[in-house]
């Protein structure tokens, strides 16, 4: 109970209404226009090409590629994280770099990456594992920090920690760990991918000349073939598939274009293109180098920093809402209370193909279509994660006990399920907020002027030393969101309700309170 | 007059496991029916089946009150009457509840003592309070039958008394699944004995004492 004097209580209803007032508040800032000549034309090519897909245009090795970085990303990031994990929850120092890491998008890695390793494997498989290894350390402490520990309490007196871990820890969460790793190769794909329009040799490189030059029938194709592979995930990447498709994948790696000597690069890329331009020259012990130094920083926060930071909070704010009005639209489609058998399998089968459809992807592809401004960055990213929370919120509701008198149709929607999953949705909207954030601040590669617009400048005319700097900003605005969104979710106290997408949300909320009122479980009777 | 609900030789049972056998039963309008039995004896299922044959004429008070915890105690109960208005209404009312709902609403709350509690949320109440909800959705719903499972169970002794009067004001047809015996007898004309998913007895409860019940519910604190 909070004290009389102290912040007005936060409700479900007072929530959502400053998040959505914040919203249209803003919205008369962003550029919404269609500035493209002929969309509607445009339109019609696009969908004209996606219902006749040219397979003889699929480039094998690209997809080949795309599943091999994703491979060995998420085998360095997930034993890199595997470790991290163990110390997460003793050291600080651990948090932090975790936090680091995985705030920094795959796409920012790759175009820091790139200035050491080229348009290597290399950069692309770094570009994955470094900040999935911050995600896996995080996500990994948290399924060890909810884990049954009582096998762990009657262990005998003085078990080593290791032993403790081998045989009361990890084997009580090991399928766990599983099923979350395989999930991460599902977004590594996306990821991937995505990395090919800045120019690594996987799916995306194609999909970016194919949608520039307007040849919708190949990369219908070559998209479709990608759904395929994120369809039959299950089938071909399992526990022990994985060992056997790292190997080959290192195989199968393509060679890397020549970019110099690596250890040359880095000794270029640390020694002095990160290092500030004021520092470079200036001697570290006068006093005048660092007052250029302060206003090199003060400068670059006033003049990038601060208006991309904006736009990007902006774009994220619309996007948001937007995403939760999506949400809630949709996930009675995936409800088999409201669509029955064969119709929630329809709705699946259509959120699971936005949902796997990247993000960033689309944004590029709206933009052809559109003609520049932050509309198609609003659309990409409010229909992705829109299909998200509908698909989970769906599920959800398939599993709440309803009362054998329930209501049905729009009476069932409006007074039983909304309101009951309400909290439940409102604790995926936040966390997805910090994950729109990071993917709003990318879309600055595209034009929009968010932070990313001012990454690309930077490293495009190889000022590193401000990108990295701009870099520390999109870290600190996106740790400040993540903070303030699990501040909301203790205010609203929504914090113990699941909001990852991954398999098995059941095992791991043993100690989360139920988000619903538990009900008894009365079956249908069969008469 | 014609039975308000018949029975004939009904089994029933889940995925496999069969609960009811060979059910005979047949209640006539105005009929106050208290069924008692062990836990497990099939009371619930029973009552379930009953709610299933007779969706049109029963109002159902299911055990675990089973409130949406987010919505007001009137949603809640005005939750009992929503088939009986247009979506478009229940809408309006969910956003700006009429007048005449909230006097209606106010009104079944009253009767069972909670009508301080008219815009608290539903996941506030103690179990007590929520049973008394549920109890006032089903007076709202005002339908002929009503079937209750254990509906005053959380209730002490004094307020189960009066909740149980003035459910039966309501309804022209009563059967409540209980487990209290000296209750069910004081408020019922005709009591049926689950044993094992088959009715063992079936007798006005004026011909029953409580000392010849008591023998099928060893082991049971009564």
């Known amino acids: 109970m909070r004290k009389a004097g102290s912040l007005p209580r936060l409700t479900y209803g007072s929530a959502t209404r400053i998040f959505l007032l914040a919203a249209i508040l803003v919205l008369p800032l962003a550029d919404l226009s269609i500035s493209a000549v002929h969309p509607g034309a445009e339109f019609k090519r696009l969908l004209l090409g996606i219902l006749s897909p040219s397979f003889a245009a699929i480039e094998l090795w690209s997809v080949v590629w795309t599943v091999a970085f994703a491979v060995l990303g998420v085998v360095v990031g997930g034993t890199a994280g595997l470790v991290l994990a163990l110390f997460f929850d003793r050291s600080r120092l651990v948090r932090l770099t975790a936090a680091s890491l995985r705030s920094v998008h795959e796409l920012f890695w790759a175009l820091f990456l790139m200035q050491i390793t080229g348009l290597s494997p290399a950069t692309a498989i770094l570009a994955i594992a470094l900040p999935y290894a911050g995600i896996f350390a995080k996500v990994f402490a948290e399924i060890f920090e909810e884990a049954d520990k009582s096998a762990e309490n009657v262990l005998p007196y003085r078990t080593t920690a290791i032993s403790r871990f081998a045989f009361a820890r990890f084997p009580v969460v090991a399928q766990q760990l599983k099923t979350y790793t395989l999930y991460r190769l599902e977004c590594a794909m996306r990821s991937t991918l995505v990395l090919g329009f800045v120019g690594l040799p996987t799916i995306g490189f194609h999909l970016e000349s194919y949608f520039k030059e307007a040849h919708y029938a190949e990369a219908a194709a070559l998209l479709l073939c990608f759904y395929v592979l994120i369809g039959t995930r299950r089938l071909w990447a399992r526990p022990w598939t994985v060992p056997l498709l790292a190997v080959a994948s290192l195989f199968l790696l393509p060679e890397a274009s020549g970019n110099g000597s690596a250890w040359r690069n880095i000794a270029r890329f640390f020694g002095h293109d990160i290092i500030p331009v004021p520092l470079r020259s200036g001697s570290l012990s006068h006093g005048d180098t660092w007052a250029a130094f302060g206003s090199w920083v003060w400068r670059i926060t006033v003049q990038q920093i601060g208006p991309g930071t904006v736009e990007t909070l902006i774009l994220a704010q619309i996007a948001l809402i937007a995403a939760g009005a999506i949400a809630l639209l949709v996930y009675p489609m995936v409800s088999r209370r409201f669509l029955g058998q064969v119709g929630h399998y329809l709705g699946r089968a259509m959120l699971v193909v936005v949902r796997s459809t990247p993000e960033y992807m689309l944004a590029y592809l709206l933009l052809q279509l559109m003609g520049p401004s932050m509309l198609p960055a609003i659309i990409a990213l409010s229909l992705h994660n829109g299909a998200i929370i509908g698909y989970l919120l769906g599920r959800q509701a398939d599993q709440l006990t309803l009362r054998a008198d329930a209501p049905t149709g729009a009476n069932l929607y409006f007074y039983q399920t909304t309101p009951t999953l309400y909290g439940q949705f409102l604790a995926y909207m936040l966390y997805r907020w910090e994950l729109i954030l990071r993917e709003s601040a990318i879309f600055g590669i595209l034009g929009i002027k968010t932070l990313g617009y001012y990454v690309d400048a930077a490293i495009s005319e190889l000022r590193i030393d401000t990108a990295a700097l701009l870099l520390v900003g999109v870290a600190v605005l996106s740790m400040t969101v993540d903070a303030f969104s699990r501040h909301l979710r203790r205010r609203l106290r929504i914090e113990g309700l699941p909001v990852r997408l991954s398999a098995d949300h059941g095992a791991n909320s043993a100690r989360s309170p139920a988000p619903y009122p538990a009900a008894a479980q009365v079956q249908e009777p069969v008469v | ?222």
């Open chain 2, 1 to 222: 007059m014609a039975a308000a609900i018949t029975l004939e030789g009904l089994s029933a049972g889940y995925q496999g496991a069969p609960v009811l056998h060979d059910i005979t039963l047949s209640v006539e309008p105005g009929e106050r029916v208290a069924i008692i039995g062990r836990s497990g004896a099939g009371k619930s299922t029973l009552l379930n089946t009953i709610y299933r044959r007779y969706p049109q004429y029963a109002a159902l008070i299911p055990q675990a009150s089973s409130l949406v915890a987010n919505l007001s105690v009137f949603h809640n109960v005005f939750m009992g009457c929503l088939d009986r208005h247009s979506t478009l209404y229940n809408l309006r009312t969910l956003i700006r509840p009429p007048t005449a709902e909230l006097a209606a609403v106010g009104g079944v709350l009253e009767a069972v003592g909670l009508k301080e509690k008219l815009f608290a949320k539903a996941g506030e109440l103690s179990g007590g309070q929520q049973q008394r909800t549920s109890v006032a959705r089903a007076m709202l719903n005002g339908r002929p039958i009503v079937l209750g499972d254990e509906p005053v169970s959380a209730l002490d002794r004094v307020q189960a008394r009066e909740v149980l009067r003035v459910l039966c004001e309501r309804h022209e047809t009563k059967i409540f699944a209980m487990h209290d015996i000296r209750l069910a007898l004081e408020h019922s004309d005709r009591i049926i004995l689950l044993e094992r998913g088959r009715i063992l007895l079936d007798e006005p409860s004026s011909h029953l004492s409580y000392a010849r019940l008591l023998p099928h519910f060893e082991g049971e604190l009564q």
